[in-house]
């Protein structure tokens, strides 16, 4: 079993959709949780790091971390044709120095 | 801003050469990561160095080995290539809260490395 798993998708949705990605981990002492994104052929980006369980927002997105559960989400508000890429959860058990451990990606494409 | 730096950005080799691929991390990051990533599979993490050292280890083969130099670069050096080495190695630094960062690793762009 992964220590991290992420439907791969592909998923496609319309222009302004609200998207909702999502990864489960199966170890409770993880305690970092990341989402990037990766365009083809570029490094992975990060876009919103999290600790400990609850909601972050930054602009059109929002994390969400259940510790309890192991689960963790990503929501795309509002979502753009900009926004298509692959979307990496991962996950670390230290905040620094540590490796990441990456989720399979979901591919997502936003349909103009 | 200065971004990770990582050289060259494609690579052909055939089986059972050597290749080396260099990385220059962002300045003053005292850790640096090396990551493969297969044709649709995800990084998966090879090593990482904090201040020179060796610091953790992953699915790295006994045919790959790396060092990071005085300079804080890094080179992932890898002998007796197989077909299955072809893949995207990506190379990411990031400074620890100990040293005012937030532990964020930036990834610089990837080199594209293809066996024959």
């Known amino acids: 079993q992964k220590e991290v798993e992420q439907d791969p998708g592909p998923l496609s949705v319309p222009e302004g959709a609200i998207v909702s990605l999502n990864c489960t981990y199966s170890n409770s002492a993880f305690q970092y949780f990341m989402w990037y994104r990766q365009y083809s052929r570029k490094g992975p980006e990060l876009l919103m790091y999290?600790?400990?369980?609850g909601n972050k927002e930054d602009g059109r997105f929002t994390a969400q971390v259940d510790k309890s559960s192991k689960y963790i989400s990503l929501f795309i508000r509002d979502s753009q044709p900009s926004d298509s890429a692959t979307y990496l959860c991962?996950?670390?058990?230290?905040?620094?120095?540590?490796?990441?451990?990456f989720g399979s990606g979901t591919r997502l494409s936003i349909r103009p | 801003a200065a971004g990770v730096i990582q050289s060259p950005r494609h690579l052909i080799k055939e089986k059972r050469e050597t290749a080396t691929l260099k990385c220059y991390p962002i300045p003053r990051h005292d850790t640096v990561y090396w990551y493969q990533q297969g044709p649709g599979q995800d990084p998966q993490f090879l090593i990482s160095f904090y201040e020179k050292m060796q610091s953790d280890k992953g699915s790295i083969p006994d045919r790959f080995s790396a060092q990071q130099f005085s300079d804080y670069h890094s080179e992932l050096n890898m002998s007796s290539l197989e077909l299955g080495d072809s893949a995207l190695y990506f190379c990411a630094s990031s400074l620890g809260f100990g040293q005012g960062g937030t532990g964020e690793l930036f990834f610089g762009e990837g080199s594209r490395l293809t066996v024959l």
């Open positions: 991962a996950i670390s058990r230290y905040s620094s120095a540590s490796k990441i451990i």
């Open positions: 999290t600790y400990s369980s």
